[in-house]
């Protein structure tokens, strides 16, 4: 959504909106496009609105610097805006442990008193006495 313009700010061209810094970036996986979180010039930050790369292409110093500033806060271990950091709960950190395996639990049973019994026979399926013959 691109904010419009200021009653002081009519251009007779249309309308033409400066984009002031690129915020965040992410992909959409639809399109297979870049869509880029802008600050609009003049604008306060609740106007900030994703753009699709195409819209964008008239700052391309704005994106060649966001994408420097990606690269320097990745080589830090500083996680972009739009990736929230979960954090552990400081339990596994403590036993070390992996993390829970997610899926169904086991059914194994202990059996008391028949450790040592085998398990029962299987029962014959009964039969219908018909042949499947399709001749």
Do not use: C
């Not at 061209?13 to 965040?24: H, K, Q, T, V």
């Not at 992909?27 to 609009?40: I, M, Q, S």
């Amino acid at each position: 959504m691109i904010p419009a313009l200021p009653a002081d700010r009519d251009d007779e061209e249309g309308d033409e909106y400066e984009i002031e810094a690129i915020l965040d970036a992410r992909k959409d996986t639809a399109t297979n496009r870049l869509g880029y979180l802008v600050k609009w010039k003049n604008y306060s930050d609740t106007h900030n609105s994703w753009v699709d790369e195409e819209d964008a292409v008239n700052a391309p110093d704005l994106i060649k610097a966001f994408w420097m500033n990606q690269s320097q806060r990745i080589a830090a271990g500083v996680q972009s805006v739009s990736a929230p950091v979960r954090e552990a709960t400081g339990e596994a950190e403590a036993s070390g442990s992996t993390a829970k395996k997610r899926g169904r639990s086991s059914r194994v049973k202990v059996q008391k008193d028949r450790d040592s019994a085998p398990p029962p026979a299987k029962k014959a399926r009964k039969s219908t006495g018909e042949k499947n013959d399709s001749s």
